[in-house]
């Protein structure tokens, strides 16, 4: 199995920027899929990002293609998500995820960090 713990989270102003952590520990390597997903009030959950430890190929939702950047550190056994040019519509409760493999389902998940950016 493996723990997730997100930090990071905060409120800003529009156009600032955040860095999401996401710290993994137990057997991390048995997850290599990470990502991060983001829920609005009232909205279901969706995807942002993604990451896969061995090789660093990453996927994003368009809605932040330019403006974040996901990133793994070996040595910390960390997942960052570097949020620029943050929107009011970026506010959400931002997860952490991790699977498998590709064709699998996301069966890990942290507790969450809220993001609220004001205009």
């Known amino acids: 199995q493996v723990q997730l713990v997100e930090s990071g989270g905060g409120s800003v102003q529009a156009g600032d920027s955040l860095r999401l952590s996401c710290a993994a520990s137990g057997s991390p390597f048995s997850r290599p899929h990470m990502a991060w997903f983001r829920q609005a009030p009232g909205k279901e959950r969706v995807f942002v990002a993604s990451?896969?430890?061995?090789?660093?190929?990453?996927s994003y939702a368009d809605s932040v293609k330019g403006r974040f950047t996901i990133s793994r550190d070996y040595a910390k056994n960390t997942v960052t998500l570097q949020m620029n040019s943050l929107k009011p519509e970026d506010t959400a409760v931002y997860y952490c995820?991790?699977?498998?493999?590709?064709?699998?389902?996301?069966?890990?998940w942290g507790q969450g960090t809220q993001v609220t950016v004001s205009s």
């Open positions: 990451i896969i430890w061995s090789t660093g190929s990453t």
């Open positions: 995820a991790a699977k498998r493999s590709l064709l699998s389902s996301f069966d890990c």
